[in-house]
């Protein structure tokens, strides 16, 4: 099984709220990824979590925060964002933390208004 | 030198044909080579990978080609399949590097397999 499993799928939520998306995987996998993707664009890495640990933050704007409670959860804190960071939100695992194999979710279909 | 170039943009197959998506990358650090396939509203699926120490990977219908020489790979869909229309991605990591966690990814092949 290979599921990585996303909530909600789609979110509307103003300039001014504060909601989170959830990530979750029970694969044991040990690193946990968030992309943001554009409509007709790759994903873009955004964090890598890493045996728990965040490892790489990506020059990403601080109105994201990231959270991993355990090694199957993944959470993104949102708060205060911009019409421009609507996108689908993406999140992946992989057994380790080299990058290889990754499995992506659904995905979270953000919309700033 | 991180970047991976992916043609064309866009494929046009007839059901049947053959559709080939190559990719080109300029880091010889890379030592991990997916492809993804992306269905509208949904995540990117890994659907095969490569790693450099073989010329040639199939999966069912599904083929890597591997040029280590000219730093270039490609994916050969055969018998495609109207189903198979989707936007795929390829993509290239240093997974034995000290940068681990980053897939760099090619921008994207639009593919329409018409009945």
């Known amino acids: 099984d290979t599921e990585v499993t996303q909530t909600p799928k789609h979110l509307v939520m103003g300039m001014t709220n504060k909601k989170s998306l959830k990530c979750e995987q029970h694969m044991g996998h040990r690193a946990m990824y968030w992309y943001k993707q554009k409509a007709k664009k790759p994903p873009e890495l955004m964090f890598v979590y890493s045996y728990e640990k965040l490892s790489i933050n990506e020059s990403v704007p601080s109105r994201f925060s990231p959270e991993c409670p355990n090694s199957s959860l993944l959470n993104l804190h949102l708060h205060a964002l911009q019409p421009e960071d609507s996108a689908l939100y993406l999140c992946a695992s992989s057994q380790d933390p080299s990058g290889s194999e990754q499995y992506f979710g659904p995905g979270t279909r953000l919309t700033v208004t | 030198q991180q970047q991976v170039k992916q043609s064309p943009q866009s494929l046009i197959v007839q059901k049947g044909g053959i559709s080939i998506i190559n990719c080109a990358y300029e880091n010889t650090a890379f030592d991990y080579f997916p492809w993804y396939q992306q269905f509208p509203g949904k995540g990117p699926a890994l659907l095969i990978a490569i790693r450099p120490d073989v010329s040639e990977k199939k999966e069912g219908r599904f083929t890597i080609s591997f040029n280590k020489s000219a730093k270039q790979f490609s994916l050969h869909i055969m018998d495609s399949q109207p189903g198979d229309s989707a936007t795929y991605f390829c993509?290239?990591?240093?997974?034995?590097?000290?940068?681990?966690?980053?897939?760099?990814f090619g921008q994207g092949t639009i593919l329409t397999v018409h009945p």
């Open positions: 993509a290239a990591a240093n997974a034995g590097g000290t940068s681990y966690g980053k897939l760099t």
